[in-house]
């Protein structure tokens, strides 16, 4: 998504997205940025569910666990970092979501 901010924008067929994303054609409907936003929120919950259940596995090193649950926490960041980027001011989910608790959001 970012390369339509680049030179590698330049594309002949009109329905490329690095096209649309340098014509300023790009919107929150476009395909582009559905897939985006899907991807960013699958692993923002991918590690919702890892660090839920962090304590449940057995490790011989403790300092092994932490440093897992270390570099997940930095993950979650930079995906919700990515999705702010683009759409700006959303809710930072940290809790894991089941159906219920995501439609009180």
Known sequence: M????SDNAYARIETDHHMIIANGN???N????VYYW??????IGRINTYLANVDV?????ESTRQ?????LEGLRIWHYF????????VPLCLLLLNWKRQHQL
């Not at 596995?57 to 090193?61: S, T």
């Not at 440093?67 to 570099?71: D, E, N, W």
Request: charged share 20%.
């Open 2 to 5: 970012t390369e339509g901010r």
């Open 26 to 28: 790009m919107t929150s």
């Open 30 to 33: 476009s395909a582009l940025a």
């Open 38 to 43: 899907n991807l960013h929120n699958q692993h």
């Open 57 to 61: 596995p057995y490790v011989e090193n």
């Open 67 to 71: 440093r897992y649950k270390a570099i």
């Open 82 to 89: 990515r999705i702010t980027e683009f759409w700006g001011n």
